[in-house]
């Protein structure tokens, strides 16, 4: 009886630990599911709608780096194009993670709407996001060269990041997830930052701040 004791109390104690355990586990899953966002969510739809907004920014600054021989044009399109393409794989990567779609099929839009004046209505898509280049736009961009070209990209994308700001600024007001929080806080730095410089650039080329 003796032996028998100790070893009844030690499989007690395994159990217990074993029941620990788990209970530490489920609590981890219940927890990480409370922290995944639904379709409808905020989260997810910035993720979407920012990444459409940063491919137009990459695209323009891959045209003007063709339009231009100016090495500091050249230089903040690289730095654009870097970033944004960053961005883009970090917020893709949320999505996949969260089993998310990469696009709402209700359309684009509809997390920001009634936020900071943009009221949702029934134009939705790339085109509803603020500051968006339009088709006509990115016709002139290409068809630009040299100063041209340097001018009329640092105007649109001016107006591009104040559109960008203002959907970071709209998510940090909606969203609790702290990875969420300093992607926006980083878009919002970053990005004022870069129009400070734009339109430093502008005056250094002759053309009004934008």
């Known amino acids: 009886m003796s032996d028998e004791t100790p070893r009844g109390r030690r499989i007690t104690v395994v159990l217990a630990g074993l029941v620990l355990l788990a209970g530490v586990a489920l609590v981890a899953v219940t927890m990480s599911g409370s922290d995944r966002p639904g379709t409808n969510d905020p989260e997810p739809g910035f993720a979407r709608d920012m990444s459409a907004h940063h491919a137009q920014a990459v695209r323009m600054s891959f045209i003007v780096r063709d339009r231009t021989d100016d090495r500091d044009v050249r230089l903040l399109a690289y730095d654009i194009i870097n970033t944004q393409s960053t961005q883009i794989g970090m917020m893709t990567a949320w999505l996949d993670e969260w089993a998310l779609p990469k696009a709402d099929p209700a359309g684009a839009m509809r997390w920001m709407s009634g936020h900071a004046g943009h009221d949702g209505g029934s134009a939705r898509g790339p085109a509803s996001m603020p500051g968006m280049a339009t088709r006509e736009q990115l016709a002139g961009l290409e068809k630009a060269s040299g100063r041209d070209a ?45 129009i400070k410089l734009m339109n430093t650039m502008l005056r250094e080329r002759g053309a009004p701040s934008a």
């Open 150 to 194: 340097e001018v009329t990209y640092l105007r649109l994308m001016t107006a591009h990041h104040r559109g960008g700001v203002g959907m970071a600024e709209a998510v940090l007001a909606l969203t609790g997830h702290d990875r969420v929080r300093r992607l926006a806080r980083t878009m919002v730095d970053g990005q004022q930052a870069e």
